[in-house]
């Protein structure tokens, strides 16, 4: 199985900072990578697909990028309702695997 | 707007069979080119996708659950479902139905999901 490795696990921001979080997958995926964003209590919501491309309805402030092992979700301005929680899942062969997660925080 | 939305019991005893289902509203389940996954959340863990069934029947489940997954599809009823076979406590977890936009696992709906306690 392919590993996904999130870093960091956790993260303390403030409202109006950029921020990013990194994906790493234990062999190379293409640009076969989502994220995800979790709010507590709730279903995960696609923010991207194919590492880069942003999903319909998504704010332009969500980025991606990245290719083969290492990846990168950056959020340019954080809000208030982005302190929460962040996969990456690969979707380049299953079992489609999900990253730990990661979770911001406010500072 | 398509929404999801998971059933079934929410206690399970260990050794038995879990059972879900998701019913679909706002769009067929029979449309080409998506496909129905069902994805799992440990209390506080990660995410576990468990695998997928099409609306023609066809499925595909995560190797590690492969033995004890069944997937099912109903396309009158606009539902498809989960069983799990043998649970024990480690299959306690928030169960998610969610389309799929491929075969890849890439779900853009989702169910809000529903809790299953697996004890005596």
């Known amino acids: 199985d392919i590993q996904m490795t999130q870093s960091p696990s956790s993260l303390s921001a403030s409202v109006g900072d950029r921020v990013s979080i990194t994906c790493r997958a234990s062999q190379s995926i293409s640009n076969y990578l989502n994220w995800y964003q979790q709010k507590p209590g709730k279903a995960p919501k696609l923010l991207i697909r194919?590492?880069?491309t942003l999903q319909s309805g998504v704010p332009s402030k969500f980025s991606g990028s990245g290719f083969g092992t290492d990846f990168t979700l950056t959020i340019s301005s954080l809000q208030p309702e982005d302190f929460v929680t962040y996969y990456c899942?690969?979707?380049?062969?299953?079992?489609?695997?999900f990253g730990q997660g990661t979770k911001v925080e406010i500072k | 707007q398509v929404q999801l939305q998971e059933s079934g019991p929410g206690l399970v005893k260990p050794s038995q069979t879990l059972s879900l289902t998701c019913t679909v509203s706002g769009g067929s389940i029979s449309s080409t080119g998506f496909y129905w996954n069902w994805i799992r959340q440990h209390p506080g863990k990660g995410l576990q996708w468990i695998g997928y069934v099409s609306f023609s029947g066809s499925t595909f489940y995560n190797p590690s659950l492969k033995s004890r997954v069944v997937m099912s599809v109903d396309t009158s009823k606009n539902q498809f479902s989960l069983k799990l076979s043998s649970v024990t406590a480690a299959d306690t977890a928030v169960y998610y139905c969610a389309r799929g936009i491929d075969s890849s696992g890439t779900s853009d709906y989702w169910g809000q999901g529903t809790l299953v306690t697996v004890s005596s």
């Open positions: 194919a590492a880069s």
């Open positions: 899942q690969e979707t380049f062969g299953t079992p489609y695997t």
